[in-house]
Antibody
Framework: QVQLVQSGAEVKKPGASVKVSCKASEYTFTDYYIQWVRQAPGQGLEWMGWINPNNGGTNYAQKFPGRVTMTRDTSISTAYLELSRLTSDDTAIYYC????????????WGQGTLVTVSS | QSALTQPRSVSGSPGQSVTISCTGTSSDVGGYNYVSWYHHHPGKAPKLMIYDVSKRPSGVPDRFSGSKSGNTASLTISGLQVEDEADYYCCSYAGSWLFGGGTKLTVL
């Protein structure tokens, strides 16, 4: 079954970092970018950036200067989002989504990972 | 860049039609024909319903249609069904990607 499966919920303290994974199944991982989108409680969706699994190229939203790192491990078809210097404003559900370059649509989404930042 | 503007909620009865608007600017919605719409049940993965303003992915019923006029895109759902009840988000390419704040559709 073509799907993206994300890692489980995390609870972190302010100032810490979190790393969320997104494993692709039943399609060629390097044929599609992985985009990351988050949804804070009661808020809409917010784009965070993308990684090209083929070459590791990345593009991050300007809102997260120096705090976001997106990586991938092609041997296990998995993309990662790491967010550092967490604050309570980073409490959100984080989604990965598949994107074919030039298609301008996110055609497959993961189930989401809840990250809670609390002291 | 600010999020795209959607109504917080819309409602309709089974069999009726509803339209959800998504207003941006000439730098996003109005500047590109790359508006997409996503259906989202909280706790589940969002699902692509419309892309490139008005195209439907395979498997999406033709009850769902999209359009755009100027800086406002719209999603119309005709023949409402109970299972259509969900949150709907618009998204526009704008050099990066902007999403709307989401619209909760209630099927009465």
């Amino acid at each position: 079954q073509v799907q993206l499966v994300q890692s489980g919920a995390e609870v972190k303290k302010p100032g810490a970092s979190v790393k969320v994974s997104c494993k692709a199944s039943e399609y060629t991982f390097t044929d599609y970018y992985i985009q990351w989108v988050r949804q804070a409680p009661g808020q809409g969706l917010e784009w965070m950036g993308w990684i090209n699994p083929n070459n590791g190229g990345t593009n991050y939203a300007q809102k997260f200067p120096g705090r976001v790192t997106m990586t991938r491990d092609t041997s296990i078809s998995t993309a990662y989002l790491e967010l550092s210097r967490l604050t309570s404003d980073d409490t959100a559900i984080y989604y990965c989504a598949r994107y074919r370059g030039g298609s301008y649509r996110f055609d497959l989404w993961g189930q989401g990972t809840l990250v809670t930042v609390s002291s | 860049q600010s999020a795209l503007t959607q109504p917080r909620s819309v409602s309709g009865s089974p069999g009726q039609s509803v339209t959800i608007s998504c207003t941006g600017t000439s730098s996003d919605v109005g500047g590109y024909n790359y508006v997409s719409w996503y259906h989202h049940h909280p706790g589940k993965a969002p699902k692509l319903m419309i892309y490139d303003v008005s195209k439907r992915p395979s498997g999406v019923p033709d009850r769902f249609s999209g359009s755009k006029s100027g800086n406002t895109a719209s999603l119309t759902i005709s023949g409402l069904q109970v299972e259509d009840e969900a949150d709907y988000y618009c998204c526009s390419y704008a050099g990066s990607w902007l999403f709307g704040g989401g619209t909760k559709l209630t099927v009465l």
